[in-house]
C-alpha cells in the first residue's frame, strides 16, 4: 500500500508570491491533516479536511488556506509569501475518527527568499 | 489549551548506554499519548498510542509508560539506528480529534 504522496519536495519562492502543495492520502483514508513544522516553534496544525470539508482550523492567518478532492486528494496555498513561511510542511492522513494514529508524508520544504 | 513539553530538546548517548526521554502534559482530559519517531529529511513515524496512566508498551529497545501528568520513553542499550527526534503528542477528550505536539528531542547515538 502506496505511503502519503507530498509533492513537491523541495520549493524556494521569494517573497510576495504564492505557492501550492499538494498531496496524496493512503489510498482509503478520508482525513487530511497539514502541518507546519519549524525548529522553533515545532509542529504547528493548519487544518484538517474530512470528505471534502474543512473540520478544523488552526492560529493561522488567512493567507493560509486549503482544498480537498473527492478522490481524498488534498492542496495547500499560500498567498502572498514572507520570510517566516520557511519551514517543512507536513500532510498526514487517517482513515477515520476513531483511528487517531496519523500517516505523514515526506513533506515539502519551502524556503522564501 | 493543551500543552505538550519535552525535554531534554537534544540528548547524546553512547552505544548501549540507556537512558529516558520525558514528555509533560496539561490536557483537559487525556483521549491519547502518541509518540512518533522522525529522521532527518521526512515525516514522522508513529510509534505508540497510550491511553490511560499504568500503560505500557513496547516495541525492540522502546518502552513507553504513561502517568496523569507526564509520559516517558525509555531507551534500551540503544543504537545509532535509533538517532532521530522522538515527538510526543496529546489528543483530548471531546471537541477535534486533532493532536498537539511537542518540539521534540533530538537523540543522537554514537558507535
Known amino acids: 500500500k502506496a505511503g502519503v504522496t507530498q509533492t513537491p519536495r523541495y520549493l524556494i519562492k521569494t517573497r510576495g508570491q504564492q505557492v501550492t502543495l499538494s498531496c496524496s492520502p493512503i489510498s482509503g483514508h478520508r482525513s487530511v491533516s497539514w502541518y507546519q513544522q519549524t525548529p522553533g516553534q515545532g509542529l504547528q496544525f493548519l487544518f484538517e479536511?474530512?470528505?471534502?470539508?474543512?473540520?478544523n482550523k488552526g492560529n493561522f492567518p488567512g493567507r493560509f488556506s486549503g482544498r480537498q478532492f473527492s478522490n481524498s486528494r488534498s492542496e495547500m496555498n499560500v498567498s502572498t509569501l514572507e520570510l517566516g513561511d520557511s519551514a517543512l510542511y507536513l500532510c498526514a492522513s487517517r482513515s477515520g475518527d476513531n483511528n487517531e494514529k496519523l500517516f505523514f508524508g515526506s513533506g515539502t520544504q519551502l524556503s522564501v527568499l | 489549551e493543551d500543552q505538550v513539553t519535552q525535554s531534554p530538546e537534544a540528548l547524546r548517548l553512547q552505544e548501549g548506554e540507556s537512558s529516558s526521554l520525558n514528555c509533560s502534559y496539561t490536557v483537559s482530559g487525556l483521549r491519547g499519548l502518541f509518540w512518533y519517531r522522525q529522521d532527518p529529511g521526512k515525516g514522522p513515524e508513529f510509534l505508540f498510542t497510550?491511553?490511560?496512566a499504568g500503560e505500557e508498551k513496547e516495541k525492540e529497545r522502546l518502552k513507553a509508560t504513561l502517568t496523569k501528568k507526564e509520559s516517558f520513553l525509555h531507551i534500551t542499550a540503544p543504537k545509532p539506528e535509533d538517532s532521530a527526534t522522538y515527538l510526543c503528542?496529546?489528543?483530548?477528550?471531546?471537541?477535534?480529534?486533532?493532536?498537539?505536539f511537542g518540539r521534540g528531542t533530538s537523540l543522537i547515538v554514537h558507535p
Open positions: 503528542a496529546v489528543q483530548a477528550t471531546g471537541g477535534s480529534y486533532i493532536p498537539t
Open positions: 479536511y474530512f470528505s471534502e470539508t474543512q473540520r
Open positions: 497510550l491511553y490511560s
